[in-house]
C-alpha cells in the first residue's frame, strides 16, 4: 500500500491520506461512491478488507493543489499499512456509523476511538512532533469562525478563542469527522423499532458528546438521498487543502446534522437533553436504545399470551 501511495503522490504538490472505518455493512463503500461521483477520481485497490481511491484536489482555477487518497476499512488489521508515521502529519480519519442500526453506535465509536488512539501510541512518534500535531488540532478548533461571522473580522487576524471544560479532552493530534450515515432509515426505525424524535435527539446527544471530547467534526449523511454526501468531501478538502468553505453549522433539521470542527460546547448540547422526557442523562445507551427484537419481544410475548390464554380465562370465569 505504501508503494501504492508513493505512486500516486508522485507528480502532485501536496498528498493527504484519509481513513474511514467502520464496521461491515455501515455504509462506507457507498457513502465514498456518492462522494466520488465526479471526474479526477480513481480506483487503485479494491482487496477484500481494504479499498483504496484517489481524488486530484484543484481549485477554482482548475489548477492542481494535490491528491487525496482515500482508504476505506471495516478491520484493524489494515491500518498499519496506511496510518502511517510518515504520513500521519497529513492524515483525516473519519469514524463511519449507520443510523439503520443505532443501538450499535455507541459500541462502534468505543471501539474505533480505542483501535486507532492505540496504534497512534504503537507509532512511537516523537514527542516534539507529537506535541505540533496536537497543537495544529487544538488551533482548528480554537479557531472556529462561523461563515455569516467572518466579514466582521480581520482576515489578517488569527484569533484563538479557549476551548471550553469538556471538549478536546482526548486529542489523538489528527483531525476526526464522524459520519453518520443512512440517516434515510430514520422512518423505517419510526415504524418497526417506535422510534421517536426523542430518540434521534438521544443519539445526536450521545454522538455530540463524543464528538465534542474528541474535538470532532460530525456530519450526517444519506448515500441513498443523497444528502451531505458532497458537503462531506468539500469539508475534507477545506481541512486538508484549505479550500474555502462556507457551509453554516446545522443542527436543527435531524436528518442533516453537520457540526463543523470548533462550532459545539458543552452550552449546545445541554439545549438537547434539557428536553429529555423518556430518556436519561445518566442511564446507559444501550438500555435506551434497544434492537428491534428487544423492543418488538415483549409486545409479542404479551400479545401471544393474552391471546392464547383467553379461552382458558373465559372459561374459567364464564359470565352469569
Known amino acids: 500500500y505504501q508503494r501504492r501511495v508513493a505512486i500516486t503522490a508522485g507528480n502532485t504538490r501536496k498528498y493527504k491520506t484519509v481513513i474511514v472505518v467502520g464496521s461491515k455493512k455501515s455504509g462506507k463503500s457507498t457513502l465514498l461512491a456518492r462522494m466520488l461521483e465526479q471526474k479526477d477520481v480513481g480506483l487503485i485497490s479494491g482487496d477484500p478488507g481494504v479499498e483504496f481511491n484517489?481524488?486530484?484536489?484543484?481549485?477554482?482555477?482548475?489548477?492542481?493543489?494535490?491528491?487525496?487518497?482515500?482508504?476505506?476499512?471495516?478491520?484493524?488489521?489494515?491500518?498499519?499499512?496506511?496510518?502511517?508515521?510518515?504520513?500521519?502529519?497529513?492524515?483525516?480519519?473519519?469514524?463511519?456509523l449507520s443510523l439503520a442500526?443505532?443501538?450499535?453506535?455507541?459500541?462502534?465509536?468505543?471501539?474505533?476511538?480505542?483501535?486507532?488512539?492505540?496504534?497512534?501510541?504503537?507509532?512511537?512518534?516523537?514527542?516534539?512532533?507529537?506535541?505540533?500535531?496536537?497543537?495544529?488540532?487544538?488551533?482548528?478548533?480554537?479557531?472556529?469562525?462561523?461563515?455569516?461571522?467572518?466579514?466582521?473580522?480581520?482576515?489578517?487576524?488569527?484569533?484563538?478563542?479557549?476551548?471550553?471544560?469538556?471538549?478536546?479532552?482526548?486529542?489523538?493530534?489528527?483531525?476526526?469527522?464522524?459520519?453518520?450515515?443512512?440517516?434515510?432509515?430514520?422512518?423505517?426505525?419510526?415504524?418497526?423499532?417506535?422510534?421517536?424524535?426523542?430518540?434521534?435527539?438521544?443519539?445526536?446527544?450521545?454522538?455530540?458528546?463524543?464528538?465534542?471530547?474528541?474535538?470532532?467534526?460530525?456530519?450526517?449523511?444519506?448515500?441513498?438521498d443523497n444528502t451531505n454526501t458532497k458537503l462531506l468531501l468539500d469539508y475534507v478538502r477545506h481541512l486538508l487543502f484549505g479550500m474555502e468553505f462556507n457551509m453554516e453549522a446545522q443542527a436543527i433539521e435531524p436528518d442533516g446534522i453537520f457540526v463543523p470542527i470548533g462550532w459545539d460546547s458543552p452550552a449546545k448540547i445541554a439545549v438537547i437533553s434539557d428536553g429529555f422526557i423518556n430518556f436519561k442523562k445518566d442511564k446507559a445507551f444501550g438500555d435506551q436504545i434497544k434492537k428491534l427484537s428487544d423492543v418488538r419481544r415483549k409486545q409479542v410475548l404479551s400479545f401471544s399470551i393474552s391471546f392464547f390464554l383467553f379461552p382458558y380465562l373465559y372459561l374459567s370465569h364464564p359470565r352469569s
Not at 83 to 93: P, V, Y
Not at 182 to 206: A, P
Open 101 to 224: 442500526e443505532p443501538w450499535t453506535i455507541e459500541d462502534d465509536l468505543l471501539y474505533w476511538s480505542s483501535i486507532i488512539e492505540q496504534h497512534l501510541k504503537d507509532l512511537e512518534i516523537e514527542n516534539g512532533v507529537l506535541k505540533q500535531m496536537r497543537q495544529r488540532v487544538s488551533d482548528l478548533f480554537s479557531s472556529y469562525v462561523a461563515p455569516d461571522a467572518r466579514n466582521d473580522q480581520d482576515e489578517s487576524s488569527n484569533i484563538l478563542l479557549p476551548i471550553p471544560d469538556g471538549a478536546l479532552t482526548t486529542n489523538l493530534g489528527v483531525p476526526v469527522i464522524v459520519c453518520v450515515s443512512k440517516v434515510d432509515m430514520m422512518g423505517h426505525l419510526t415504524r418497526e423499532n417506535d422510534f421517536s424524535e426523542e430518540h434521534f435527539e438521544y443519539v445526536q446527544w450521545h454522538i455530540r458528546k463524543f464528538c465534542l471530547a474528541y474535538g470532532a467534526g460530525l456530519v450526517y449523511c444519506s448515500p441513498r
Open 54 to 96: 484517489f481524488v486530484d484536489v484543484k481549485d477554482d482555477d482548475k489548477e492542481l493543489l494535490g491528491r487525496m487518497g482515500i482508504y476505506t476499512t471495516s478491520t484493524e488489521t489494515f491500518l498499519p499499512h496506511f496510518l502511517t508515521k510518515e504520513r500521519i502529519e497529513d492524515t483525516l480519519i473519519v469514524i463511519n
